[in-house]
């Protein structure tokens, strides 16, 4: 008991004192508020005079603006919080390029943000959100994650944009690859090119486009916000493990022929999950209209629900694929939705 108790105490202790050192490093300057420093003044400054191991617990503390306010104090500090950041990468960046410029610092467990505004009056600060007037917003926050990636370690890993080459150009010059993409209106081309160079790991996101191109292989989600554009050929071709579909004109004839496909299986072996909201009512029994089906038990409406929970699931069934494998089948009544649950293991036969 005494020895917790004695832990307890040393490790308030530790963190009172790294909390001081954090709060000193920031008002050491305050007696001058000019940049330029003198190599005494930076040879005394508090944190670079720390032992590593400490100087990291301090650093580990810090929240990025805090830590890129730091790098630009001096050289030596910049060493610092670059080293650190190498053996300690803890932050990922979104950028969002639509109607604002937005750079999100995502951590553990809060996330911080820099913008750019065309208004004076909206430039400000708070610990979480810094605002910056801007007369070229997209342009200051693509320069800014140039100026700052190096200083945080951090790649992006979310965009969300209209596509130009001018934007693929720039995110290639930084990474080959991506892991979410959210894809708003723009031109064929653009869009053409971008999947050309950019590879996409986890997720693509489609906003509101009106012409049908290659999607490319290999995509973990594909989630497409106006689909009429996709016909049952083109469904066919896709190979993401998970799809959504929302205002698609498929028939509720093909919907069915595309479950019967997988039970057959013809077509997408590796789905894991598939979501297709109509834009009209469809004929529900005729998309139902599939062998061997059986009720869903309790627990596999559950995990629907569950996994759908925007959706009010009423009916949900069984479907078996030739090697054993189920599907779990709900029809929901909000925006006329069917949701498909492919289960990874085989069931019993009996």
């Given at each position: 008991?005494?020895t917790?108790?004695?832990s307890?105490?040393?490790q308030s202790?530790?963190?009172?004192?790294?909390?001081?050192l954090?709060f000193?490093?920031f008002n050491?300057?305050?007696?001058?508020?000019?940049?330029?420093?003198?190599?005494?003044?930076?040879?005394?400054f508090p944190?670079?005079?720390?032992?590593?191991?400490?100087?990291?617990h301090?650093?580990?503390?810090?929240?990025p603006?805090?830590?890129?306010?730091?790098?630009?104090?001096?050289?030596?500090?910049?060493r610092?919080?670059?080293?650190?950041?190498?053996?300690?990468?803890?932050?990922?960046?979104?950028?969002?390029m639509?109607?604002?410029?937005?750079i999100?610092?995502?951590?553990h467990?809060?996330?911080?943000?820099?913008?750019?505004?065309?208004?004076?009056?909206?430039?400000?600060?708070?610990?979480?959100?810094?605002?910056?007037?801007?007369?070229?917003?997209?342009?200051d926050?693509?320069?800014?994650?140039?100026a700052?990636?190096?200083?945080?370690?951090?790649?992006?890993?979310?965009?969300?944009?209209?596509?130009d080459?001018?934007?693929?150009d720039?995110?290639?010059?930084n990474?080959?690859?991506i892991?979410?993409?959210t894809l708003m209106?723009?031109?064929?081309?653009?869009?053409?090119?971008?999947?050309?160079?950019?590879?996409?790991?986890?997720?693509?996101?489609?906003?509101?486009?009106?012409?049908?191109?290659q999607?490319?292989?290999?995509?973990?989600?594909?989630?497409?916000q106006?689909?009429k554009?996709i016909?049952?050929e083109?469904?066919?071709?896709?190979k993401?493990?998970?799809?959504?579909?929302?205002?698609?004109?498929?028939?509720?004839?093909?919907?069915?022929?595309f479950?019967?496909?997988?039970?057959?299986?013809?077509s997408?072996?590796d789905?894991?999950?598939?979501?297709?909201?109509?834009c009209?009512?469809?004929?529900l029994n005729?998309i139902?209209?599939?062998?061997?089906?059986?009720?869903?038990d309790?627990?596999s409406m559950?995990?629907?629900?569950?996994?759908?929970?925007k959706?009010?699931?009423?009916n949900?069934?069984?479907?078996?694929r030739?090697d054993?494998k189920v599907?779990?089948?709900?029809?929901?009544?909000?925006?006329?939705?069917?949701?498909v649950?492919?289960?990874?293991?085989?069931?019993?036969?009996?």
């Open positions: 008991m005494i917790w108790i004695e307890q105490f040393l202790c530790v963190t009172f004192l790294f909390a001081f954090n000193i490093t050491y300057f305050k007696v001058n508020e000019s940049w330029t420093r003198t190599s005494l003044e930076v040879d005394q944190l670079l005079r720390l032992p590593l191991l400490a100087r990291e301090v650093l580990c503390m810090m929240t603006f805090e830590l890129i306010d730091l790098s630009m104090t001096s050289s030596k500090a910049k610092a919080v670059i080293f650190f950041s190498r053996i300690k990468s803890r932050f990922s960046v979104s950028l969002c639509i109607y604002s410029s937005f999100f610092i995502k951590g467990e809060n996330e911080w943000a820099y913008v750019w505004k065309r208004r004076q009056s909206l430039a400000g600060r708070s610990p979480y959100h810094i605002a910056e007037f801007s007369t070229n917003p997209r342009t926050c693509l320069r800014w994650y140039d700052i990636k190096e200083v945080l370690g951090c790649r992006i890993d979310d965009c969300v944009s209209r596509p080459k001018s934007l693929t720039w995110l290639r010059s990474q080959s690859s892991e979410k993409i209106h723009g031109d064929q081309e653009d869009f053409k090119y971008f999947f050309k160079t950019i590879k996409v790991i986890g997720k693509i996101n489609l906003g509101h486009i009106d012409f049908r191109f999607f490319p292989k290999g995509i973990n989600h594909l989630e497409v106006d689909s554009f016909n049952y083109q469904l066919m071709r896709l993401a493990r998970n799809i959504v579909l929302r205002w698609s004109y498929l028939t509720s004839q093909e919907i069915n022929r479950l019967k496909s997988w039970m057959s299986m013809e997408h072996l789905l894991e999950c598939f979501q297709i909201n109509f009209i009512n469809k004929a005729e139902m209209d599939l062998p061997n089906k059986v009720t869903a309790p627990n559950e995990r629907m629900r569950r996994c759908f929970p959706y009010t699931m009423e949900g069934f069984d479907i078996r030739s054993g599907a779990t089948v709900c029809l929901g009544r909000n925006n006329w939705i069917v949701a649950l492919f289960n990874s293991s085989a069931i019993g036969t009996d």
